[in-house]
């Protein structure tokens, strides 16, 4: 999961939009700045910013760029290409700012299984892949969550961590944070 700020003036501040595995394009200078990339357009060398998932299943974006193009925290993209870490500041073009956020919201998803069996802190009961289960956006620990074993929301807080339970919490980084 990651999300992309940017900065709405018509809003009188900075938006927010999650961004879905794939390629999107960033023109600078043009409205919208980032735009999904349509398959089968490959016209001049554009700045593209590209999200795939990695064989262990996390995610991951890059930003490839012309050398003279966009900047990240202020540096060219010497190589064309570089991956984004959190709360990486993209510079497109004079008053174009970006930030990258990887960070997640806690969902209520198929829990995925994985290599051994997991059990969740607030009830001790084993998750069987496939239940309903919410992954900590703190501290990664799976926790159920079904009208039988509301286990996450059971709490204020995640059972392991301080992170919040509300499932419309929202993302709690934002850019003014940035350079706090
Ligand atoms: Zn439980
Ligand atoms: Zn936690």
Redesign the pocket.
């Known amino acids: 999961m990651a999300f992309l700020w940017f900065e709405a003036p018509s809003l009188g501040g900075w938006a927010v939009a999650r961004l879905a595995l794939g390629s999107y394009v960033i023109t600078p200078g043009s409205q919208p700045l980032v735009r999904r990339a349509r398959a089968g357009t490959h016209a001049s060398f554009q700045a593209r910013l590209v999200g795939s998932r990695t064989p262990t299943g996390a995610e991951r974006w890059a930003l490839c760029s012309p050398p003279h193009g966009i900047r990240v925290n202020g540096d060219p993209v010497c190589l064309g290409l570089r991956v984004l870490e959190d709360h990486d500041e993209i510079q497109a073009g004079p008053g174009e700012r970006l930030f990258f956020s990887a960070e997640r919201l806690a969902e209520i998803v198929a829990f995925p299984g994985g290599p051994r069996p997991v059990h969740?802190p607030?009830?001790?009961?084993l998750?069987e892949p496939g239940h309903l289960a919410v992954q900590c956006p703190g501290c990664q620990t799976w926790?159920?969550q079904s009208d039988q074993?509301p286990?996450w929301s059971y709490d204020a807080r995640c059972a392991l961590c301080p992170q919040p339970t509300a499932l419309d919490a929202g993302l709690s980084w934002t850019p003014e944070q940035a350079h706090a």
């Open positions: 969740c607030r009830c001790h009961q998750i926790h159920h074993l286990c």
